[in-house]
């Protein structure tokens, strides 16, 4: 089988959780012999390592001049030239158009080649119409797209040949903004849900958020959980200067619950003043978090490092005592799994997709914070407790293999394409 994946993004140029799910379930893909041709809605430049090959397009306009290079895995890379990135809207967007052209002009003074809409949602629509070329060259037999900005190039697609469109929710609108949706990126959403011949979500947690506000019926939803990779491990040393560290890693941003992190945060040191607490990241809460550390009286006792990757991800995990996922809403969530992964202890959200599938982890409602400084400090004052959540944590992790969510995937595809109904799950 064939399929055509629309995506946002793939490691090492990252920004979140959707990336490191693409690596993944390709990964997975590939070990259960379907191809897949990945289109990227960005000009960046890819790895040369890894099990994707990449050729990139410099002035795509209709994909006529693109040549694509397949590995001995059988999967292709497509870069379509655009300045669509993960987590944008319309307001960075637009900082990044400008940034662009000011770049741009002052190397092809005299060039009209590469032309980008001003508006996020024309580029949005600008890349769908490419899709469409694309999937005039690409043989498919299914096609398979990550979260809304692909959806319309999905729609697109689809149009060219009739194959089956299937959508994978990895977050909705309702997610990204804490329940206070745009209407246009809702309006589509929606309307990929109801062109898709089939919905995968992350979780039961997305599943009945999908079916809530956007009525799609059940049974046009198959919950796939999402998984980690495994890699070879290496020893790090952890800070030895007497304190105990806790960690936050993830996108800096209102959905993920950084200030309940530091509300906790606070609570703790009253009682345990020798702590360290770290943020791992970047987005748009940046800034407030640093300043109010400062005016909380603990800016001495919060580290920001800004983004991390690569082997520095691991690292920070390894240094931790603890990890805290305090999302506000998270449809799965694949920290938790990587914190394990490098036998650290985990806190999480209740309102997480991950919740519904770890039992060696604790869970708090984000919200109360109590409660979250409470099971911070049991784990920081009892090695007991912390040794048990390490050792069965990395147990329990070593069962979520990519190959999973793969098999999954390969029989709602292979359901979709003979047209069955009621796929849910």
Not at 27 to 46: C, D, H, R, W, Y
Not at 90 to 119: A, C, E, G, L, V
Not at 379 to 402: I, M, R, T
Request: aromatic share 10%.
């Amino acid at each position: 089988m064939k399929v055509l994946m629309f995506g946002w993004e793939f490691p090492p140029h990252s920004s979140g959780g959707l990336g490191t799910a693409c690596y993944g379930l390709t990964k997975g893909l590939t070990n259960q012999n379907i191809e897949v041709v990945f289109i990227l809605p960005k000009a960046n430049s890819m790895p040369e390592k890894t099990h994707v090959k990449l050729v990139v397009a410099d002035n795509h306009k209709k994909a006529k001049e693109l040549k694509c290079v397949k590995d001995i895995n059988g999967i292709k890379i497509r870069n379509v030239n655009s300045l669509l990135v993960p987590y944008v809207d319309s307001k960075s967007y637009s900082k990044r158009y400008n940034n662009f052209y000011k770049d741009y002009s002052k190397y092809h003074k005299h060039s009209k080649d590469t032309i980008y809409s001003q508006d996020l949602y024309e580029e949005v629509e600008r890349y769908a119409l490419l899709a469409k070329e694309i999937a005039k060259e690409e043989q498919h037999d299914i096609i398979h797209c990550h979260d809304w900005m692909t959806y319309a190039a999905g729609i697109e697609a689809k149009k060219v040949l009739g194959k089956p469109l299937v959508i994978h929710v990895h977050a909705t609108e309702f997610d990204r903004t804490a329940g206070n949706p745009n209407q246009f990126i809702y309006e589509i959403e929606k309307k990929g849900m109801i062109e898709a011949d089939h919905i995968m979500s992350v979780s039961h947690f997305t599943k009945n958020k999908i079916i809530q506000h956007y009525g799609i019926p059940p049974d046009k939803i198959t919950v796939v959980h999402n998984a980690v990779e495994f890699r070879d491990k290496k020893i790090y040393e952890k800070i030895n200067d007497g304190e105990q560290v806790v960690l936050f890693l993830g996108r800096i941003t209102i959905q993920k619950g950084p200030d309940w992190f530091l509300e906790a945060a606070k609570k703790v040191l009253m009682i345990k003043p020798n702590v360290k607490f770290i943020v791992a990241g970047s987005g748009d809460m940046e800034g407030f978090m640093i300043e109010k550390a400062a005016e909380m009286g603990i800016g001495d006792k919060v580290l920001f490092t800004g983004f991390l990757q690569g082997d520095d991800v691991d690292r920070i995990y390894s240094m931790a005592d603890l990890y805290v996922m305090p999302s506000v809403s998270e449809p799965f969530g694949i920290t938790p799994l990587e914190a394990m992964r490098n036998n650290t202890p985990v806190l999480i959200s209740k309102q997480s997709g991950v919740s519904e599938v770890l039992n060696h982890a604790l869970k708090v409602d984000f919200w109360d914070i109590d409660q979250m400084a409470n099971k911070i400090v049991s784990v920081l004052n009892y090695s007991s407790l912390h040794n048990c959540l390490q050792k069965n944590g990395a147990k329990e992790v070593a069962n979520f293999d990519w190959n999973i969510p793969a098999s999954k995937c390969v029989n709602v595809y292979e359901k979709t394409v003979k047209g069955a109904v009621n796929i849910g799950g």
